[in-house]
């Protein structure tokens, strides 16, 4: 639920792209994620989450009619998220000044 409610949120933001990653959503039933699967042009999803095969397509419809994909925050490197996190701590610091 939390990786749907996060999807709907960015949905709601009026997403630009460039920070979110879209494509076809996938539920696993072996760890419960719900999201982009690791090969989304795959005939049957494998966990994007675990890995695992044991997942199914989902089909995400606005207003019970218009398929969209699913879309999500972009996976960081380790390198990128440093680099995002030294930001948020310098964007702090000048509201503080």
């Not at 939390?2 to 076809?24: C, Q, V, Y």
Request: net charge neutral; glycine share 8%.
């Amino acid at each position: 639920q939390e990786t749907t409610n996060a999807m709907f949120k960015i949905l709601a933001s009026d997403p630009d792209g460039a920070a979110h990653s879209l494509g076809r959503g996938a539920v696993c039933w072996s760890c419960g994620y719900c999201g982009l699967a690791k090969d989304p042009e795959a005939k049957a999803p494998v966990c994007g989450a675990c890995g695992a095969d044991d997942a199914n397509w989902l089909r995400v419809l606005a207003d019970k009619k218009q398929e969209v994909p699913w879309i999500q925050a972009k996976t960081l490197t380790p390198e990128e998220a440093a680099q995002r996190k030294q930001a948020e701590i310098a964007a702090k610091r000048a509201e503080v000044k």
